[in-house]
C-alpha cells in the first residue's frame, strides 16, 4: 500500500528556515516523480517543486514565488522527498503536502501526481 507521511511543519518566524521530510514506502520510489503542494486557507492548492525519477537525474522545477529560497531533493536509498525552505516569508504559510507520481519527468501540475500525503502546517509569522 503506498503511503506518504509529511513532517518537520510548524511555526517560524519570517526569514526563518523549516526543512520538511516526506517519508514514502509501498512503493519503487525510483520511477516515482515526487513534488510538493502547498494550501492556504481560502486559496487553491499551488505547486511548489517537484523532482524527477532517479533515472532522469532527479531534474527539479520550482514555483516562480520560491524560486532561489526553497529547495527540494530525494534520497532514493531511503525513499525520502525533502524540501528546504529559506528565507520564509509570511505568504508561504499554507499547508504543506507532498505528492508522488509514477513517471519519470516531474511537472509541477497536480495531474501528474496520483498519491498524496495528508499535509503539514507551515505558520510564517512573528
Known amino acids: 500500500q503506498l503511503q506518504l507521511v509529511e513532517s518537520g511543519g510548524g511555526l517560524v518566524q519570517p526569514g526563518g528556515t523549516l526543512r520538511l521530510s516526506c517519508a514514502t514506502s509501498?512503493?519503487?520510489?525510483?520511477?516515482?516523480?515526487a513534488g510538493w503542494f502547498r494550501q492556504a486557507p481560502g486559496k487553491e492548492r499551488e505547486g511548489v517543486a517537484c523532482?524527477?525519477?532517479?533515472?532522469?537525474?532527479?531534474?527539479?522545477e520550482y514555483a516562480d514565488s520560491v524560486k532561489g529560497r526553497f529547495s527540494i531533493s530525494r534520497d532514493n536509498t531511503k525513499n525520502m522527498v525533502y524540501l528546504q525552505m529559506n528565507t520564509l516569508k509570511p505568504g508561504d504559510t499554507a499547508s504543506y503536502f507532498c505528492a508522488t507520481g509514477y513517471g519519470n519527468t516531474c511537472h509541477l501540475d497536480s495531474d501528474f501526481f496520483g498519491s498524496w500525503g495528508q499535509g503539514t502546517p507551515v505558520t510564517v509569522s512573528s
Open positions: 523532482i524527477s525519477s532517479k533515472s532522469h537525474g532527479s531534474q527539479t
Open positions: 509501498g512503493f519503487n520510489f525510483n520511477y516515482y516523480i
